[in-house]
């Protein structure tokens, strides 16, 4: 089955510095990924997915963008970050079945 | 525009006996319902779908849900409740629309 792996666990960044997520997917090729962010341990928000090598679709405007330069890998960034940023943010991989897998999360604060 | 409520942020149960954590859900077409469970600081865990078929679904850890179309409902259920099932508990239509999530709680 698929592994979803985030980096780091935790991060606190100042406003205005740059950010970079990076999610990775063994057991799979081909994987529609998911970016969300979780806010105060409630609702997950769509943010990116994307279905291939440099696919993005993007659900929300935001200070946020995400690229896909491999194939398994999944990267969220910001030039610069925004208090509002501050968040959990889960990477997640859907099979043909529709069952999700996602990863640990990257607890963001800003501040 | 697809929505999922979870009408109740809290629930709280003894340990051995039933429980149900609410979802009612709007959505176009024919609907594609999860249930997942979130652990304090880590990311969620699939229990169970309904995609189509029996309206009662079975899932991971002894828990199922019931669809119930006419009700626009899929609640979640396990016949006795266990302590390390307190937990985040979120239900999902689709890959976009998460519910807030319900806190269950069960004690002992």
């Known amino acids: 089955s698929q592994t979803i792996h985030q980096w780091p666990a935790t991060l606190v960044q100042p406003v205005g510095s740059p950010l970079s997520l990076e999610c990775t997917v063994e057991?799979?090729?081909?994987?529609?990924l998911y970016w969300y962010r979780q806010a105060a341990g409630r609702g997950l928000q769509l943010l990116f997915y994307?279905?291939?090598?440099?696919?993005i679709s993007s659900e929300v405007p935001q200070n946020l963008s995400a690229s896909r330069p491999q194939d398994r890998q999944f990267i969220l960034s910001s030039k610069k970050l925004l208090l509002s940023d501050s968040g959990f943010y889960l990477c997640?991989?859907?099979?043909?079945?529709?069952?999700?897998?996602f990863g640990q999360g990257t607890r963001l604060t800003v501040v | 525009a697809q929505s999922v409520a979870q009408p109740e942020d809290q629930v709280n149960v003894a340990e051995g006996n039933p429980l149900t954590v609410k979802c009612t859900y709007s959505?176009?077409?024919?609907?594609?319902l999860f249930w997942y469970v979130q652990y304090p600081n880590r990311g969620l865990q699939f229990l169970l779908k309904y995609i189509t078929g029996d309206n009662l679904v079975k899932g991971s850890y002894g828990f199922e849900a019931e669809f119930n179309k006419s009700q626009t409902s899929f609640h979640l259920k396990k016949p006795s409740a266990l302590v390390s099932d307190s937990a985040l508990y979120f239900c999902a239509a689709g890959k976009s629309t998460f519910g807030d999530g319900t806190t269950l709680t069960v004690k002992p």
């Open positions: 994307s279905v291939g090598i440099g696919q």
């Open positions: 057991g799979t090729s081909n994987p529609n």
């Open positions: 959505v176009s077409g024919n609907p594609y």
């Open positions: 997640a991989c859907y099979t043909l079945n529709t069952e999700a897998f």
